[in-house]
């Protein structure tokens, strides 16, 4: 069974840190695009960061620039997101995606259709 299933989300306070996970499972990422998406209370899902597995490109919402940064690890067929300096406009609800034949800066503005596999999403707070 192919899935996706994030883990990592919680409970922070401004400019604190979180590293989300995205684990895939019945299927390599090898030829696929992974991206993160968030999703506010009211708001669009908008990308974050997408990689492609096969050469480590990289890309970022320009309000994440500097703050995220997006790792795979292919031995674990799993894909990290470390988020620093936290904000309390980074709250939402965490999805990752998968896609294949595509590059990172398609990805990231694709829309919740054109996705190969969805997880099912880790809740990120950033509260004080």
């Known amino acids: 069974q192919l899935q996706l299933v994030e883990s990592g989300g919680g409970l922070v306070q401004p400019g604190g840190s979180l590293r989300l996970s995205c684990a895939a499972s019945g299927f390599t990422l090898d030829y696929y695009a992974i991206g993160w998406f968030r999703q506010a209370p009211g708001n669009e899902r908008e990308g974050v960061s997408c990689?492609?597995?096969?050469?480590?490109?990289?890309f970022y919402a320009h309000s994440v620039k500097g703050r995220f940064t997006i790792v795979r690890d292919s031995a674990k067929n799993t894909v990290y997101l470390q988020m620093d300096s936290l904000k309390p406009e980074d709250t939402g609800v965490y999805y990752c995606?998968?896609?294949?034949?595509?590059?990172?800066?398609?990805?990231?503005?694709?829309?919740?259709?054109?996705?190969?596999?969805w997880g099912k999403g880790t809740l990120v707070t950033v509260s004080s």
């Open positions: 990689i492609h597995f096969s050469d480590d490109e990289t």
């Open positions: 995606a998968a896609r294949s034949f595509t590059t990172v800066q398609a990805m990231c503005f694709m829309t919740r259709q054109s996705m190969d596999h």
